[in-house]
């Protein structure tokens, strides 16, 4: 089944520790996406990419680092520098590289501190 | 700034209990508006693309309509399987896209 794979669904971060959460989709889609979601605010984007190789930061970056060096892949690193990173993160992908066609989700990492 | 804002936060019906949520935006010329529904624990599912005023798409009990300042979905005669959380997503002129906080929809049999 075509789709997007989140892992792990949960993740627990110590303090002044780095985690990386997985994002695979096989989907053949060019632009990737990585969201933050809180509870009673909508979906803030941390990082984008829109083909491989090349990112950009959202509207939340800092504290986040993001790879593309394969079509299929979009790892999310939070570093020690996000000081509030409990939150759900949501990936997706979209064929469509001008965002003007719907995007596909995952099922999402919650991510929380130790 | 761009802004979208769903209302109401919250929404408990019955069972067969008709009702409408509401998606208004104030952004710099929408190029489309999306909506998702997600449920507890999962990621957002993609429902319906609108692109202009006038538009209407339906799914099985949903239909999503469009006006030049907000959207709505109408939910006839829901049933509990149509508990969720629905959310709306503006995709402005300059291609940036703002999500609402969503609505969560309760429907008890």
């Known amino acids: 089944d075509g789709g997007i794979t989140q892992s792990p669904k949960y993740l627990f971060r110590k303090e002044g520790q780095n985690v990386t959460l997985s994002c695979e989709q096989n989907l053949n889609h060019d632009a990737m996406y990585w969201y933050r979601q809180d509870p009673g605010q909508g979906l803030r984007l941390i990082y984008y990419?829109?083909?491989?190789?090349?990112?950009q930061k959202g509207d939340i970056a800092e504290g986040y680092s993001v790879s593309r060096e394969k079509k299929e892949s979009f790892p999310l690193t939070v570093t020690s520098a996000q000081k509030n990173p409990t939150a759900f993160y949501l990936c997706?992908?979209?064929?469509?590289?001008?965002?003007?066609?719907?995007?596909?989700f995952g099922d999402g990492t919650r991510l929380s501190i130790l | 700034e761009d802004q979208v804002t769903q209302s109401p936060e919250a929404l408990r019906l019955q069972e067969g209990e008709s009702s409408s949520l509401n998606c208004s935006y104030t952004?710099?010329?929408?190029?489309?508006l999306f909506w998702y529904r997600q449920d507890p624990g999962k990621g957002p599912e993609f429902l319906f693309t609108l692109y202009s005023a006038g538009e209407e798409k339906e799914k099985e009990r949903l239909k999503a309509t469009l006006t030049k300042k907000e959207s709505f979905l109408h939910i006839t005669a829901p049933k509990p399987e149509d508990s969720a959380t629905y959310l709306c997503a503006v995709l402005s002129n300059d291609y940036k896209l703002s999500f609402g906080a969503g609505t969560t929809v309760t429907v008890r049999a």
């Open positions: 997706a992908s979209s064929i469509s590289r001008r965002g003007n066609q719907p995007q596909h």
């Open positions: 952004v710099s010329g929408l190029r489309g």
């Open positions: 990419s829109q083909i491989v190789n090349d990112f």
